[in-house]
């Protein structure tokens, strides 16, 4: 197998699509969104990217069916709104190989005509938040809508997030610009302690008002729920009420 091996799956005609990024990162807030609007809107793959730089390993499914490791590219129409979504389960293992796959990423949306994107993720606080409180940082290329933004609710605070957007999230900036892209990040406050749905529902709200689609957040509200007994654990450890950490299981990532 070549280092990046693009399978095309589907030619799908786009209307004018909007690239939507949500890989693997904190909190798995970008992941999220990324799956949801896939589901929601019965996505469709369009393209699969193999890679060297993702962990040498397969994934399993209910079958037992084993598949190689992969970022998968889906056309989803969002109430008229063409949306290019890639997601996955990993991130490249290396710093030369976040450049080489997110080239590859690049290469892929501007094939189907992507002149927008938005890159999303999470931005640790180390600390639980209040529900009514999951803020929305941005960042943006000199091409993107400060003024748009804002007024959907994202915030652009000095120096944050501190040291920079690192991974493909940040690439897709960078490498973007040079190529007159218009691309923002979207990142929702998240603990850092644990998968975030409700940081993830608070980035896809700001999407939809963006791009201007409607979604339900029902699965969202209910893998929040799923998680709240964690949360009262985690505070109940920090109030000095005992129980100790969550074990690795309570942990986990509920898909």
Do not use: W
């Not at 949306?83 to 710093?95: F, R």
């Not at 040291?163 to 900036?173: H, N």
């Not at 509200?221 to 309570?250: F, H, L, N, T, Y």
């Amino acid at each position: 197998m070549d280092d990046i091996d693009i399978e095309t799956v589907a030619e799908p005609g786009l209307d004018d699509p909007t690239l939507i990024e949500g890989l693997p990162g904190v909190g798995h807030v970008g992941k999220l969104v990324a799956e949801h609007l896939v589901e929601e809107f019965d996505g469709d793959v369009v393209r699969r990217v193999y890679t060297t730089d993702f962990p040498p390993q397969v994934t399993v499914d209910d079958d037992g069916v084993a598949e190689l490791t992969h970022a998968e590219f889906h056309h989803v129409d969002a109430d008229g709104t063409d949306l290019l979504v890639l997601t996955g389960d990993h991130q490249a293992a290396s710093n030369e190989g976040h450049y080489r796959l997110t080239t590859s990423f690049l290469d892929v949306a501007e094939e189907f005509g992507c002149e927008r994107a938005f890159a999303l993720g999470g931005v640790p606080t180390g600390e639980l938040i209040e529900d009514d409180e999951y803020g929305v940082l941005g960042a943006r290329t000199g091409d993107a809508d400060r003024e748009e933004l804002a007024e959907a609710g994202v915030e652009f605070r000095e120096d944050e997030p501190a040291g920079g957007i690192v991974g493909v999230s940040g690439l897709v900036l960078g490498l973007g610009a040079r190529r007159g892209l218009n691309a923002a990040c979207l990142m929702g406050e998240t603990s850092g302690y644990l998968v975030d749905p409700k940081s993830a529902q608070a980035v896809l709200e700001v999407l939809q008002e963006v791009l201007g689609f409607e979604v339900d957040f029902s699965d969202l509200e209910d893998r929040a729920e799923e998680m709240e007994e964690v949360v009262g654990k985690i505070r109940e450890m920090q109030g000095g009420g005992g129980g100790g950490m969550p074990s690795e299981d309570e942990l986990r990532y509920i898909g």
